[in-house]
């Protein structure tokens, strides 16, 4: 950066020398491209960061913590939080840029959120080692912008290419939607959920609200999702334009992957995942494998998923409602289940260390409880 800076006053300097020639300056970036200015053109050259840190203390309003940062050149934006700090979130965290809030693995920071929206973003995001008390919060927690600053493509949709990691994030006392797509056609390349605890008291609205959009892959692994009171809302409503049918994604597969996660009263009389869109779907890969549903989707987990034409991958998940075994339809392709209780220890308290013999001997569910 140095180098490139000298080179770039000096070629200034010698512009502005009172010659005949006209000059041209060459711009040769980290991948070779070389882009050429006629020095003529040349205002100004002005160097703005393309990644801003924010670490604020301990007891700082998140809602705040952007406020009076001028973002308009940045690509990442990191907020780093302090082992074991507490916080709140009195107001969105609104950011324009790939956002990273960051937290102490061993002893992850804590935050409040007020009666708002947490978090209202169209990049990236990377959420990681926080937990978060939703109790006061009647609205959604994580909004993807209904007024989306990426441009569209061809086809109609906001595409993501940064990913979306959400990893190690406990949040309780949620009523409305973990995350939620604004009623804006987003797709996400790449879409990960891992290591969570997400608690609804009730879940009154869907938990992952997708009606416009679409998760190119996605991929949910080792967490605990629950609600304290059964519910009769969808779960995962995702109704957004199927994958290869994405500008850019014509000859891609779409990829949906629920791994040894366990469900407990979601969408208890409704459906736990209802999508149309990519029902019956021979492009679309469903896999799920080692989850426990206990009291979820009235004995029908898949039954807005797939038919005879879908690519679903089942092995070893628990089927357990209203006080016993099931199998789904045979015409869903899913496999007959563990034929057994998973007999969490204390549910009601968030305890879901399964005790049910097949459960324990094959390690399935949510890990952390092993």
């Given at each position: 950066?140095?180098?490139?800076?000298?080179?770039?006053?000096?070629?200034?300097?010698?512009?502005?020398?009172?010659?005949?020639?006209?000059?041209?300056?060459?711009?040769?970036?980290?991948?070779?491209?070389?882009?050429?200015?006629?020095?003529?053109?040349?205002?100004?050259?002005?160097?703005?960061?393309?990644?801003v840190d924010v670490?604020?203390?301990?007891?700082?309003?998140?809602?705040?913590?952007?406020?009076?940062?001028?973002?308009?050149?940045?690509?990442?934006?990191?907020?780093?939080?302090?082992?074991?700090?507490?916080?709140?979130?009195?107001?969105?965290?609104?950011?324009?840029?790939?956002?990273?809030?960051?937290?102490?693995?061993?002893?992850?920071?804590?935050?409040?959120?007020?009666?708002?929206?947490?978090?209202?973003?169209?990049?990236?995001?990377?959420?990681?080692?926080?937990?978060?008390?939703?109790?006061?919060?009647?609205?959604?927690?994580?909004?993807?912008?209904?007024?989306?600053?990426?441009?569209?493509?061809?086809?109609?949709q906001y595409v993501?290419?940064?990913?979306?990691?959400?990893?190690?994030?406990?949040?309780?006392?949620?009523?409305?939607?973990?995350?939620?797509?604004?009623?804006?056609?987003?797709?996400?390349?790449?879409?990960?959920?891992?290591?969570?605890?997400?608690?609804?008291?009730?879940?009154?609205?869907?938990?992952?609200?997708?009606?416009?959009?679409?998760?190119?892959?996605?991929?949910?692994?080792?967490?605990?999702?629950?609600?304290?009171?059964?519910?009769?809302?969808?779960?995962?409503?995702?109704?957004?334009?199927?994958?290869?049918?994405?500008?850019?994604?014509?000859?891609?597969?779409?990829?949906?992957?629920?791994?040894?996660?366990?469900?407990?009263?979601?969408?208890?009389?409704?459906?736990?995942?209802?999508?149309?869109?990519?029902?019956?779907?021979?492009?679309?890969?469903?896999?799920?494998?080692?989850?426990?549903?206990?009291?979820?989707?009235?004995?029908k987990i898949y039954?807005?998923?797939?038919?005879?034409?879908?690519?679903?991958?089942?092995?070893?998940?628990?089927?357990?409602?209203?006080?016993?075994?099931?199998?789904?339809?045979?015409?869903?392709?899913?496999?007959?289940?563990?034929?057994?209780?998973?007999?969490?220890?204390?549910?009601?308290?968030?305890?879901?260390?399964?005790?049910?013999?097949?459960?324990?001997?094959?390690?399935?569910?949510?890990?952390?409880?092993?």
């Open positions: 950066m140095k180098r490139i800076f000298s080179t770039i006053i000096a070629i200034l300097a010698f512009a502005g020398v009172a010659l005949a020639q006209s000059y041209q300056m060459n711009v040769i970036t980290s991948s070779g491209k070389t882009y050429a200015i006629d020095a003529d053109d040349l205002i100004s050259v002005t160097f703005a960061p393309t990644a670490k604020p203390v301990s007891g700082t309003d998140l809602g705040t913590v952007l406020n009076g940062i001028d973002l308009s050149g940045a690509k990442t934006v990191r907020i780093a939080l302090e082992a074991g700090g507490e916080y709140t979130a009195n107001a969105p965290i609104n950011c324009p840029a790939n956002l990273q809030i960051l937290g102490d693995a061993e002893n992850p920071a804590k935050i409040k959120v007020g009666d708002n929206k947490f978090l209202v973003i169209d990049k990236g995001l990377t959420l990681q080692n926080v937990e978060i008390d939703a109790s006061e919060c009647t609205t959604q927690l994580i909004n993807w912008n209904s007024e989306p600053t990426v441009e569209k493509v061809e086809s109609g993501i290419l940064d990913p979306v990691i959400v990893n190690n994030v406990k949040v309780t006392g949620m009523t409305s939607s973990f995350m939620y797509d604004g009623g804006k056609a987003y797709a996400w390349d790449a879409m990960t959920i891992n290591n969570c605890v997400l608690e609804w008291t009730k879940q009154d609205k869907n938990g992952f609200n997708f009606a416009s959009s679409m998760p190119i892959v996605w991929n949910v692994t080792n967490n605990t999702m629950y609600s304290l009171e059964k519910t009769a809302t969808i779960f995962i409503g995702c109704s957004g334009k199927r994958p290869w049918q994405i500008t850019g994604y014509e000859t891609r597969k779409g990829e949906i992957s629920f791994e040894n996660n366990t469900f407990y009263q979601l969408a208890n009389t409704k459906q736990f995942f209802n999508t149309n869109t990519l029902k019956g779907q021979k492009n679309e890969l469903f896999t799920f494998k080692k989850n426990i549903f206990f009291d979820c989707s009235n004995k039954a807005n998923i797939t038919n005879n034409n879908a690519q679903l991958t089942c092995e070893d998940n628990t089927y357990w409602f209203d006080g016993a075994a099931y199998e789904e339809p045979s015409n869903y392709n899913a496999d007959a289940g563990l034929q057994s209780d998973p007999a969490f220890v204390d549910p009601a308290n968030g305890d879901f260390t399964p005790t049910g013999a097949e459960q324990v001997a094959k390690k399935t569910g949510d890990p952390r409880w092993f």
